[in-house]
């Protein structure tokens, strides 16, 4: 079965600054997903990004940029240049050959 | 294109009752997920349904079902609701199983008393 582990609750940035959520997982497929998405206060999750297992380049899209290890089996996801908007718990999520198995996420304030 | 929508968005039910959410998928989308989420157990995973068959089933009680019909609508039954059901009730869908992203409705936000 899959874990996540989130280990950020909580954190609280000034607007402008980077923040890197951190995830760690356990998976026992050899080939999997990593998924990002984040809750914003409406409630509703948004799909961020996808990675699969087979390819560790770590990309950047817009403000947002990803880096995954497989050998760490770590997942984190970077904002740059953060935004008041982008105020939301985040979640981490890896799917392989079951379904999502999302972790407790990190509630991402960011103050004006 | 229209996203997930879900009927009811808020509901209030007696201990006891039995109630049944709705989901519409997006358009093209055959795979249906459902996910229950509450403050202490945070987001699990009820089911998942693809071309009207469940393919997975989470970890919770005979008193969650769920189906799918043939135009990838889903609906989910909670029957003889307890306390501990109040929770809000996520759907999601996507074009198949696995690595495909999902995508989320609003939620149905089920309160029990």
């Known amino acids: 079965a899959q874990k996540v582990t989130q280990a950020q609750t909580e954190i609280s940035v000034v607007e402008k600054e980077d923040v890197t959520l951190d995830c760690v997982y356990e998976t026992r497929d050899t080939t999997y997903y990593l998924f990002w998405y984040k809750q914003p206060p409406s409630g509703e999750l948004v799909f961020l990004i996808r990675?699969?297992?087979?390819?560790?380049q770590n990309e950047i899209s817009g403000r947002y940029s990803w880096n995954f290890q497989k050998s760490t089996s770590s997942f984190n996801f970077t904002i740059t240049a953060s935004q008041v908007v982008d105020s939301a718990v985040y979640f981490c999520?890896?799917?392989?050959?079951?379904?999502?198995?999302f972790g407790k996420g990190t509630r991402l304030s960011v103050i004006a | 294109k229209a996203g997930v929508t879900q009927t009811p968005r808020y509901l209030i039910k007696t201990r006891g009752q039995q109630v049944t959410l709705s989901c519409s998928p997006i358009s093209g989308h055959r795979s249906v997920s459902w996910y229950q989420q509450t403050p202490g157990q945070g987001l699990q995973f009820l089911f998942e349904y693809f071309s009207e068959t469940q393919r997975n089933k989470g970890n919770f009680p005979g008193r969650f079902s769920g189906r799918q019909f043939s135009n990838s609508r889903s609906e989910m039954n909670v029957s003889t609701l307890e306390l501990g059901d109040s929770a809000l009730y996520l759907c999601?869908?996507?074009?198949?199983?696995?690595?495909?992203?999902?995508?989320f409705g609003p939620g149905t936000r089920l309160t029990v008393t």
């Open positions: 990675r699969n297992s087979f390819d560790e």
């Open positions: 999520a890896p799917s392989g050959n079951t379904p999502l198995v």
């Open positions: 999601a869908s996507s074009l198949g199983q696995g690595h495909y992203e999902q995508y």
